[in-house]
């Protein structure tokens, strides 16, 4: 006697296993962690901060002319950061250069050299 053992194709749809209904969140984590990652570098991409993960010196002056006016220096791996103060100072010093500003109100710094 031989038993047919040809399945149809609808066995696996009506089988009697019991599928863990968690399996797929898994993967859902995933896909947020990429989805993470591209749009912090799209952000960063955007923002213009490029200069920070290289080894260039630069300078940045934020707000220029205003009472929250910021400067970031970057030289090597040292990163400094100076706010304005209203604060009054004395002490002794010596001249670092002349400043111009130019008619469409663009300030030039001119170090005086030794």
């Not at 031989?2 to 696996?12: D, V």
């Not at 912090?40 to 009472?67: R, W």
């Not at 950061?81 to 109100?105: F, I, Q």
Request: proline share 3%; glycine share 8%.
């Amino acid at each position: 006697m031989k038993i047919n053992s040809r399945k149809s194709k609808y066995s696996n749809f009506f089988s009697d296993e019991d599928e863990d209904p968690m399996s797929g969140v898994g993967n859902l984590f995933d896909v947020a962690m990429v989805f993470a990652v591209v749009l912090l570098f799209a952000l960063l991409q955007s923002s213009n901060v490029k200069e920070l993960f290289t080894d260039d010196d630069y300078m940045v002056i934020k707000n220029p002319g205003k009472e929250n006016m910021e400067i970031l220096n970057k030289e090597g791996v040292k990163l400094e950061k100076y706010k304005m103060s209203e604060e009054n100072t004395s002490g002794e010093g010596s001249r670092l250069g002349v400043c111009y500003k130019l008619d469409n109100g663009e300030v030039v710094y001119v170090p005086e050299t030794n």
